[in-house]
């Protein structure tokens, strides 16, 4: 098969380098695009007369001279478009606009019922029309939507197949939220998968190729970096660590099967289980009660320094070690990567996943690896629905990109 690009293909791949050169390292001179991109210096001078006219970058001052005239420094205009970015978790939902250069504008976070899908379409439209307004921001410049959502998503077509967290099954999202947002494209990907896209371009796995990023929530999910991208096997499903047996005679998991990682090391799983172990003097100190229990407790003094705690986060550490270990023996990782609520168990937690991965997994597999936990600020998911929308963005069309910020 002939796989070579056409004229008008290698046009536009020019362009995005262009423009991803100078997303990702302005405020950056034409020539110094030129060098990083080994495009000729008058390839970039066209293409970036292009996207000055287009107001996708901007002219923004003088650099050091080297010699001969002071150069010119290109920037993105990180308000010539914006990206609608939301994270749907079983009871909530966050709801994110974002500039072109990372920065969360306005942010909405929605508890509510999420077993309906169109009451999570609704929050997201709803929340969308209030942050645009609030923000003073022309819906037309909202180019694009992306999604990170439990459970099996098929990213090509924008459907959640199934979500035994949300009691979902063939939900086709993408097209619901669209026409809900009044026409904005929308891409959705797995929760773990964006969190990974994430670490990637924002966090530990950056300019990593063999990573795992492991989403400790309510469900646990891997999101797989192979090679460089993201791997997501025949449809797009692998990652569902949460599913693997781990314990026999285990509790009962939403997906119907008994003893799975997630109904054993879960976030709900976890807090079931400091309500069960932490005595009532204890918690008398705290001024807690078994009910109103939360994460956030277990990880603040007094209790967090209690030996009921600091056991059940060790056990848990040597659960999730356990399960992380037969995934480094599998897929040779060069970093593995905690993220998601439970992560916030910290250094003590790391700690045990550690020795557990260490003590069960091949000495040459183990000895380039590092586990760590995440150091993305806010939620690495909602960043990878970002980056998710970002890329598509970029990946537009020079016309329809152009047309959509002309006539905002
Ligand atoms: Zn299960």
């Not at 026409?179 to 530990?204: D, F, H, M, Q, T």
């Not at 799983?269 to 003097?281: G, S, T």
């Not at 056990?315 to 897929?331: F, Q």
Request: glycine share 10%; aromatic share 4%.
């Amino acid at each position: 098969m002939w796989l070579g690009s056409n004229s008008k293909d290698l046009k536009v791949n020019n362009r995005l380098l262009v423009r991803d050169m100078i997303r990702k390292r302005g405020p950056i001179a034409r020539y110094e695009i030129a060098r990083e991109t080994g495009l000729t210096p008058s390839t970039v001078s066209v293409i970036v007369a292009e996207l000055l006219e287009n107001n996708v970058i901007k002219e923004v001052g003088h650099g050091e001279s080297s010699g001969g005239r002071r150069p010119i420094l290109l920037e993105l205009n990180p308000t010539a478009a914006y990206v609608l970015a939301v994270r749907i978790q079983r009871g909530e939902a966050v709801i994110a606009i974002f500039d072109l250069n990372q920065e969360i504008l306005g942010e909405r976070y929605c508890q509510f019922n999420t077993d309906l899908p169109e009451q999570v379409v609704e929050a997201v439209g709803q929340s969308f029309e209030e942050l645009v307004s609030e923000l003073k921001i022309s819906p037309q410049k909202v180019l694009w939507c992306g999604v990170a959502s439990p459970g099996l998503v098929s990213s090509h077509t924008g459907v959640v197949e199934r979500s035994s967290n949300l009691g979902w099954i063939n939900i086709p999202l993408s097209t619901m939220l669209t026409e809900r947002l009044g026409g904005i494209p929308v891409n959705v990907e797995n929760i773990s998968n964006a969190a990974a896209l994430a670490e990637k371009e924002y966090g530990l796995a950056r300019g990593r190729d063999h990573v795992v990023f492991i989403n400790l929530s309510v469900g646990i999910g891997a999101g797989i970096v192979a090679g460089g991208d993201i791997y997501g096997g025949l449809k797009g499903f692998a990652g569902e660590i949460g599913h693997v047996h781990v314990l026999d005679d285990g509790p009962l998991c939403t997906c119907g099967q008994r003893g799975c990682f997630e109904a054993v090391c879960g976030l709900r799983a976890i807090l079931e289980k400091a309500k069960a172990v932490i005595p009532d003097e204890t918690l008398q100190v705290c001024g807690k009660t078994r009910d109103n229990l939360t994460l956030n407790d277990l990880i603040t003094k007094p209790l967090a320094d209690s030996p009921e705690v600091q056991g059940l986060i060790s056990e848990t550490g040597r659960t999730i070690g356990m399960v992380i270990s037969n995934l480094v023996n599998l897929l040779n990782p060069e970093l593995v990567v905690l993220g998601g609520e439970l992560s916030r168990l910290g250094q003590p937690l790391c700690d045990a996943v550690r020795a557990e991965v260490y003590g069960r997994t091949l000495e040459e597999i183990q000895s380039n690896l590092s586990i760590e936990i995440s150091d993305i600020k806010g939620s690495a998911p909602l960043m990878g629905a970002y980056v998710l929308a970002l890329e598509q963005i970029f990946a537009l069309e020079e016309w329809g990109f152009h047309k959509s910020l002309r006539n905002p």
